[in-house]
């Protein structure tokens, strides 16, 4: 028995239609492996997201005490440097008194 043309171009349809219909279903797995891939992505980049905004959290909590105390020592630094200068003054001006009184 030997094919005709006409047997030849079923076989090839034929072949044709089970090849579309593979690659569509393909296409559809591939699709769904996408979607997975994508939502696991945002998952991953939301839940890295999160432990960043609470290490920067934690960080924050644990430097603010230590920021404050550094403001309060410069703010303490201001307040002396101003007595000591005005002790400095008051000293001048006792010494300046004391020498004319010894004269």
């Known amino acids: 028995m030997s094919l005709t043309k ?3 171009q079923a076989i090839a349809e034929l072949v044709d ?3 579309s219909k593979n690659n569509l279903k393909l296409d559809k797995k591939f699709r769904a492996l996408e979607i997975k891939n994508q939502i696991g992505i945002e998952n ?3 839940e890295i997201s999160q432990q960043m905004q609470d290490w920067r959290s934690d ?3 644990k430097i603010d005490p230590v920021l404050k105390e ?3 020592s410069f703010e ?3 307040i002396n440097a101003h ?3 005005e ?3 008051k000293l001048e001006n006792h010494e300046k008194r004391i020498s004319n009184l010894e004269i």
């Open 76 to 78: 303490e630094r201001a």
């Open 70 to 72: 550094v403001q309060s």
């Open 87 to 89: 002790h400095e003054d």
């Open 83 to 85: 007595r000591i200068s």
């Open 6 to 8: 006409k047997d030849l």
């Open 44 to 46: 991953i980049v939301d």
């Open 59 to 61: 960080f924050y909590d």
């Open 17 to 19: 239609n089970s090849i």
